[in-house]
């Protein structure tokens, strides 16, 4: 990045690829909603059809909204560990800072340890597969995010935050806590831990196959 600063070659990222984002976003949000009707049907507690279904218009609205306020966190996650790395990589320090800001950023919805540790852990998720490819893309992470409230709240129901949405297409599994999470969802129970493993292997086989730097 001859020419550049140390800091602003640190903040190129690549455009967001749209293609990259709607795969991204469909994949986690039908993976997600197999993963919980799987956990549901073989812990006896399957999904059943919502009474009052939202329209598709709707849907719709609900997910441009995911897409916008993911952005937004996504924009904020990923700039911090660029700037508090002291290179133009993302240093471990940098990546600790972005994700204890962005658990403090939710800690206001539960203290509970599984809750901030899968916090942490999608915060690690995004970093790694915003990293992942050939350039820094918020494509991956984006569609991570978005698809994932998404899946939860539009179409599953889930309880976020501590209110269940009447108008999704299926009901959350009514199911053990510690599987199913509670009032915030997903994120409270270990299937949310279970559930996200699947992004770093994505990452992890992107950046296997990323072509070594010159």
Do not use: C, M
């Amino acid at each position: 990045a001859k020419g550049l600063s140390r800091a602003q070659a640190g903040l190129v990222v690549a455009p967001v690829d749209l293609r990259a984002l709607a795969i991204a976003t469909l994949a986690t949000t039908l993976g997600l909603v197999a993963v919980v009707a799987l956990a549901g049907a073989l812990t006896g507690h399957p999904l059943t059809h919502g009474v009052g279904a939202a329209s598709p218009v709707a849907l719709l609205v609900a997910l441009l909204s995911f897409l916008g306020s993911s952005a937004v966190q996504q924009v904020t996650t990923q700039s911090l560990a660029l700037a508090a790395s002291p290179s133009q990589g993302i240093s471990r320090g940098g990546v600790a800072v972005s994700v204890a800001v962005f658990v403090l950023a939710h800690a206001q919805a539960s203290q509970a340890p599984l809750y901030l540790a899968n916090v942490a852990l999608f915060a690690l998720a995004s970093i790694a597969l915003f990293t992942a490819g050939r350039r820094r893309s918020y494509a991956l992470p984006l569609g991570l995010h978005a698809g994932w409230n998404f899946a939860q709240v539009a179409l599953l129901g889930a309880p976020v935050p501590g209110a269940a949405n009447t108008f999704a297409p299926w009901h959350w599994p009514d199911g053990p806590r510690w599987l199913f999470g509670g009032a915030n969802g997903l994120d409270e129970g270990l299937l949310f831990t279970l559930a996200l493993l699947p992004a770093f292997v994505v990452a992890q086989r992107l950046h296997r196959g990323r072509a070594p730097s010159a």
